[in-house]
Protein backbone atom coordinates (compact mmCIF):
# COMPACT_ATOMS: atom_id res chain seq x y z
CA UNK A 1 0.00 0.00 0.00
CA UNK A 2 1.36 3.61 -0.81
CA UNK A 3 1.32 6.36 1.77
CA UNK A 4 -1.64 7.89 0.26
CA UNK A 5 -3.04 5.33 0.01
CA UNK A 6 -2.61 4.26 4.18
CA UNK A 7 -3.63 7.57 5.10
CA UNK A 8 -7.12 7.46 3.57
CA UNK A 9 -7.31 4.23 4.93
CA UNK A 10 -6.77 5.73 8.42
CA UNK A 11 -8.87 8.59 7.79
CA UNK A 12 -11.94 6.03 7.23
CA UNK A 13 -11.04 3.80 9.91
CA UNK A 14 -11.13 6.53 12.40
CA UNK A 15 -14.33 8.54 10.88
CA UNK A 16 -15.98 4.67 11.53
CA UNK A 17 -14.41 3.68 14.43
CA UNK A 18 -16.09 7.30 16.41
CA UNK A 19 -19.41 6.97 14.10
CA UNK A 20 -20.19 3.38 15.41
CA UNK A 21 -20.43 4.47 18.73
CA UNK A 22 -24.01 5.86 18.19
CA UNK A 23 -25.12 2.66 16.18
CA UNK A 24 -25.32 4.95 12.79
CA UNK A 25 -21.65 3.69 11.29
CA UNK A 26 -22.31 6.46 8.41
CA UNK A 27 -22.35 9.93 10.35
CA UNK A 28 -21.09 11.28 13.75
CA UNK A 29 -23.06 12.78 16.30
CA UNK A 30 -21.80 15.75 18.08
CA UNK A 31 -21.02 13.48 21.51
CA UNK A 32 -18.71 11.08 19.04
CA UNK A 33 -17.18 13.92 17.56
CA UNK A 34 -16.47 15.13 20.98
CA UNK A 35 -15.24 12.02 22.00
CA UNK A 36 -13.04 12.16 18.48
CA UNK A 37 -11.52 15.06 18.70
CA UNK A 38 -10.82 14.52 22.82
CA UNK A 39 -8.83 11.25 22.10
CA UNK A 40 -7.55 11.79 18.40
CA UNK A 41 -6.77 15.86 18.35
CA UNK A 42 -6.39 16.55 21.78
CA UNK A 43 -4.77 20.16 20.99
CA UNK A 44 -8.42 21.23 19.30
CA UNK A 45 -10.30 22.21 22.21
CA UNK A 46 -14.07 24.05 20.61
CA UNK A 47 -15.16 20.72 19.52
CA UNK A 48 -18.81 22.65 19.87
CA UNK A 49 -17.42 24.81 17.29
CA UNK A 50 -16.53 22.45 14.85
CA UNK A 51 -19.37 20.63 15.21
CA UNK A 52 -21.51 23.92 13.91
CA UNK A 53 -18.99 24.36 10.90
CA UNK A 54 -18.87 20.92 9.72
CA UNK A 55 -22.65 20.15 10.05
CA UNK A 56 -23.09 22.32 6.80
CA UNK A 57 -26.16 20.56 6.39
CA UNK A 58 -27.72 20.85 9.90
CA UNK A 59 -28.92 17.62 10.45
CA UNK A 60 -27.18 17.46 13.47
CA UNK A 61 -24.70 14.56 12.39
CA UNK A 62 -21.65 14.90 10.65
CA UNK A 63 -21.40 13.03 7.39
CA UNK A 64 -18.38 11.50 6.14
CA UNK A 65 -18.16 13.90 3.13
CA UNK A 66 -18.31 16.90 5.66
CA UNK A 67 -15.81 15.05 7.92
CA UNK A 68 -13.16 14.68 5.50
CA UNK A 69 -13.45 18.72 5.00
CA UNK A 70 -12.45 18.73 8.67
CA UNK A 71 -9.48 16.91 7.86
CA UNK A 72 -8.67 18.38 4.93
CA UNK A 73 -8.73 21.95 6.84
CA UNK A 74 -7.07 20.09 9.76
CA UNK A 75 -4.39 19.47 7.68
CA UNK A 76 -3.56 22.55 6.46
CA UNK A 77 -3.87 24.31 9.79
CA UNK A 78 -0.89 21.69 10.98
Known amino acids: MTDLEKAMESLITVFHRYAKEGGNKNTLSK????NQISTEAYFLDKANEFFQMLDEDGDGTV???EYIIFC?????LC
Open 63 to 65: SFH
Open 72 to 76: ATLAM
Open 31 to 34: KELK
